[in-house]
């Protein structure tokens, strides 16, 4: 007798309904109350919103902050009255020598060295960056030979070195090599005078310091993106100036900016050639005068002065160039001002700031 299977059919399970987020945001009840459900948790972990407007908010105790805070305010105090009280600083002789013709006249030769060379020297020193970057055995061999030689000596060394050239060549020529055609010839102490002495010898001493300073930005890119944009058929050309130097500029800025305040405070050995800068022109007054440290105060102000402006220039530059690298941009002073001001401003009677 043959048999046939049957199949028992089983009820369908039950589908878990589904939770809905608007009721489980929803403020539960009291947590003392004993007929307080729990609170389901949604499938992506959602739990009951809390309300924390009743929460003290209690700041952290920070003690040695405060100690730090006093003791730095009492030395700056003390040195602030020392400054304001003792006699010998001579302020008033400050005064009158700060805005004088001849110191004015120093400090305008002192800018001019240091503009001069710190253009050119950049400009040699993007150069011979590029030059080390290169395939070429010659032009690494040139670059790496040239920063050796200038950064290995002193800079009072280059200075003298080059305003005494004229021992070493009577002429200086320009004309076709290993032959006696000449376009140009002058006399080498008439050709090299304190003037271009100075700026010959700032600018290859920066340049030696910037080439370095370029080519480590230029290989902090990552290669990465040079590749890809390779990729794309982007020339070489928009390649360096849209995608390499931007972010290059970023770890380039710095040290820059560091060494044009160094070339700042470097034009003060150019005194050696008895050239008219800032630091030459004081001591000439303080030789004549006698009054030694308020003429050095004057010279370093005029120089704190400067790196200041400097060091304003590049805030706002490493503030432009940090586009990409930072979510949102850095607060100028003038902002901070703003909103220190705006949040901490007295609340008047009506509720109103």
């Given at each position: ?8 059919s089983?009820p ?8 809905d ?9 009291a947590?003392?109350?004993p007929s ?5 948790a ?19 105790r920070?003690?040695w ?7 730095v305010?009492?030395?700056v ?6 400054l ?9 002789v400050?005064a009158?020598?700060f805005?004088?013709?001849s ?5 305008v ?20 960056a590029?030059m080390?970057?290169s395939?070429s055995?010659?032009l ?5 030979t040239?920063?050796?030689i200038f ?8 200075m003298?070195?080059?305003?005494n050239l004229?021992y070493?060549?009577?002429k200086?020529s ?9 376009f ?13 002495a ?19 930005g ?7 993106q ?23 500029m ?5 040290t820059?900016f560091n060494e ?18 800032l630091?030459?022109t004081?001591?000439v007054i ?15 102000l005029?120089?704190v ?12 530059i ?8 930072v ?14 001001f ?5 609340v008047?009677?009506t509720g109103?700031k």
């Open positions: 007798m043959s048999s046939a299977a049957t199949r028992t089983q369908p399970a039950e589908t878990p309904s589904p939770i987020p608007q009721a489980v945001t929803d403020t539960p009840p947590a003392d109350s307080a459900p729990a609170v389901p949604g499938p992506a972990g959602l739990r009951a919103a809390v309300d924390y407007a009743d929460y003290r908010l209690v700041p952290a920070r003690p902050r405060w100690v730090g805070t006093v003791l305010a009492l030395g105090a003390a040195v602030v009255w020392s304001a009280t003792n006699p010998r600083w001579e302020w008033g400050v009158q020598w805005t004088a013709k110191v004015v006249n120093g400090l030769e002192t800018l001019k060295l240091t503009a001069i060379s710190g253009a050119l020297g950049f400009i040699l020193g993007f150069i011979l590029l080390r970057l395939a055995p010659l690494v061999s040139v670059s790496w040239f920063s050796w950064r290995s000596t002193p800079l009072l060394v280059q003298l070195l080059w305003y004229g070493l060549y009577e200086i320009l004309g076709l090599p290993f032959t006696d055609i000449r140009f010839e002058a006399q080498t102490t008439t050709l090299i005078s304190q003037f271009a100075a700026v010959l010898g700032l600018t290859l001493n920066q340049a030696a310091y910037s080439a370095e300073i370029i080519r480590g230029i290989l902090s890119v990552d290669q990465g040079v590749e890809a944009a390779s990729a794309l058929g982007i020339p070489a050309w928009r390649r360096s100036t849209r995608i390499v130097l931007p972010q290059a970023r770890a380039i800025l710095p820059a044009i305040i160094g070339l700042v405070k470097g034009t003060s050995i150019v005194y050696v050639l008895a050239y008219s800068e630091f030459y004081v001591q303080y030789n004549r005068t006698q009054q030694v440290l308020p003429l050095l105060l004057v010279a370093t005029w120089y002065v400067i790196t200041s402006v400097l060091s304003v220039f590049q805030y706002y490493e503030r432009h160039y940090s586009k990409g690298a979510r949102t941009l850095p607060l100028t002073p003038l902002q901070k001002a703003r909103k220190f705006a949040t901490h401003a007295p008047n009677t109103r």
